[in-house]
DNA sequence: CACCGTCGATACCCGCCGGGTATCGAGCCG
DNA sequence: CGGCTCGATACCCGGCGGGTATCGACGGTG
């Protein structure tokens, strides 16, 4: 199977259908579902089921479809890594969320810049749900996730730290000043729903709640009194006075682990990970 | 990049010479070193240092090496997963070296075929080292590891038994007769090296013993007074009459654990690894 | 019910690129 | 200095990937 047919697969499991696949794709209709029933009938599978109304994936297809995305994700992978080895010897980058381990991310760059021989860290903050592919696919060397709220499977971790979770209100709401606050009192507080986040497929669950992307986005809404939120303890280096916390003991504990694709041969990640495990 | 140029290069990497990697290829040299030349200049990248006598990696190529067998194996897992998914919806393929968990497979076979919506398994026995490529290219479903000597970087693992080593002997060698031994006893028997086994990249050590590819292979050695070894306390219930065997009390305890690839959704595999926790 | 719009499949054409053979040229050897 | 090895270059050809035009099946609609 070549990248370009995994490609074109992968466009038209998407959109569900070829032309607007081949739009996508800056290709013409015709051809690509041409290449389409070329791979089926290389691989002896079908992979759609086609009618002049609708498209839908075919169990083999939905197979395809996820081993595809993955198999992509590490020819890219394979490409950049090599590039970077090529033109800059030097540089690691590390991915974390927008907004989240605020206090452990600075002291680790710190401690890690005083190691000797240490090489310049680049720090990409991106949206939840997004460190695994990014690593996944050479964009980044390794990754700060949120157990359990990331999923690190595929990839090798070390823990670091384990904490409760607060709720988040907006300032001068009635439950603020409770001392602590169950999930089920959290989740039943009357017009501050709790907010959805991107599943793994980037999709929203169905729901009350804001869909939201990141932390800064979710404290705006809750400072503006549209939601109420449980986030880790350490979130609250970041709160402004526009909100309050109260904490929640029976929320399941957070562990920050630091994650990095497995097979990883290098000496300057290794030190990076030798000094989080050190702090 | 395509697959067709990353297996090009991957031949050229393992050969280091043009000729023979066509030749492996089936292909005349003279396109494939055009193929390659046009790779490395679409990535940017010097792959190889050339002269008409030698041809060598240089760092990005060794990284390209690494990144694209993995990426090769992802493709293929997807073809192999999406023809079967196809062909049989049922069928899980479990891999384990030959010759190990003697005990606990066919108690874990039982075990599974008496629940209800159980799959037939098939069992694919290896050589040492092969079960975590056979995972990675589609080849397996599930696999039997045993740490520390299989790595299960990259793939998700849940233990099942940790037992201690012993040492295995000719039948009648004065040891034979010793309550224990250490480690250091056997390393040094005399005219009974410890055998040499495939390092992850399919080569062996150097040194003295001989070179072994499985337990069978090994135990014949043994019976021969060619080798001593030290193995799980489990591989007794397939030993002959042949050899002996000695507890050896600091040899590293050996975790066996079931493992899969990450992201695997299979009710089927769910099921044989939920059996494989409650044994 | 006839008309039309949508959308994937088919038919057909063209130019590029992947693969072949012949040959060159740089090193190392005797 | 001749000969050998081995990768690079030159050149040719056929297949295939991509384009346009068109068909045909299916629904929605006046």
């Given at each position: 199977?070549?990248?370009?047919?995994?490609r074109?697969?992968?466009?038209?499991?998407?959109?569900?259908?070829?032309?607007?696949?081949a739009e996508?794709?800056?290709?013409?209709?015709p051809?690509?579902?041409?290449?389409?029933?070329?791979?089926?009938?290389?691989?002896g599978?079908?992979?759609?089921?086609?009618?002049?109304?609708?498209?839908?994936?075919?169990e083999?297809?939905?197979?395809l479809?996820?081993?595809?995305?993955?198999?992509?994700?590490?020819v890219?992978?394979a490409e950049?890594?090599?590039?970077?080895?090529?033109?800059?010897?030097a540089?690691?980058?590390?991915?974390?969320?927008?907004?989240?381990?605020?206090?452990?991310?600075?002291?680790?760059?710190?401690?890690?810049?005083?190691?000797?021989?240490?090489?310049?860290?680049?720090?990409?903050?991106?949206?939840?749900?997004?460190?695994?592919?990014?690593?996944?696919?050479g964009?980044?060397?390794?990754a700060?996730?949120?157990?359990?709220?990331d999923?690190?499977a595929?990839?090798?971790?070390e823990e670091?730290?384990?904490?409760?979770?607060?709720a988040?209100?907006?300032?001068?709401?009635?439950?603020?000043?409770?001392?602590?606050l169950?999930?089920?009192?959290?989740?039943?507080?009357?017009?501050?729903p709790?907010?959805?986040?991107?599943?793994?497929?980037?999709?929203?669950?169905?729901?009350?709640?804001?869909?939201?992307?990141d932390?800064?986005?979710?404290?705006q809404?809750?400072?503006?009194?549209?939601?109420?939120?449980?986030?880790?303890?350490?979130?609250?280096?970041?709160?402004?006075a526009?909100?309050?916390?109260?904490?929640v003991?029976d929320?399941p504990?957070?562990?920050?682990v630091?994650?990095?694709?497995?097979?990883?041969?290098?000496?300057a990640?290794a030190?990076?990970?030798?000094?989080?495990?050190?702090?």
């Amino acid at each position: 199977m070549e990248t370009r047919e995994l490609r074109y697969f992968v466009a038209v499991a998407e959109q569900l259908h070829f032309g607007r696949a081949a739009e996508r794709l800056q290709m013409a209709q015709p051809p690509l579902s041409r290449a389409i029933r070329q791979l089926e009938r290389r691989l002896g599978v079908t992979l759609f089921e086609r009618s002049s109304r609708a498209v839908t994936l075919t169990e083999a297809g939905a197979v395809l479809l996820r081993e595809g995305r993955a198999a992509l994700d590490a020819v890219d992978a394979a490409e950049r890594r090599t590039r970077r080895a090529a033109h800059g010897p030097a540089g690691l980058v590390l991915v974390t969320k927008a907004g989240a381990s605020s206090e452990l991310l600075p002291k680790l760059l710190d401690a890690y810049a005083a190691e000797p021989g240490a090489v310049p860290v680049d720090v990409l903050l991106c949206g939840v749900g997004q460190q695994e592919r990014l690593l996944r696919d050479g964009q980044a060397d390794v990754a700060l996730l949120h157990l359990p709220f990331d999923s690190a499977a595929g990839l090798d971790i070390e823990e670091l730290t384990t904490e409760g979770q607060v709720a988040i209100l907006p300032a001068g709401h009635p439950l603020a000043g409770r001392r602590t606050l169950s999930m089920a009192d959290v989740a039943a507080i009357p017009g501050l729903p709790l907010p959805r986040w991107p599943g793994r497929d980037g999709r929203y669950p169905d729901g009350p709640g804001p869909e939201v992307r990141d932390h800064a986005q979710l404290l705006q809404l809750i400072a503006l009194s549209r939601a109420a939120a449980v986030l880790p303890e350490s979130c609250r280096s970041l709160l402004g006075a526009d909100v309050a916390t109260v904490p929640v003991p029976d929320a399941p504990r957070v562990t920050t682990v630091i994650a990095w694709p497995p097979h990883s041969r290098s000496l300057a990640l290794a030190g990076l990970i030798r000094t989080a495990i050190r702090l």
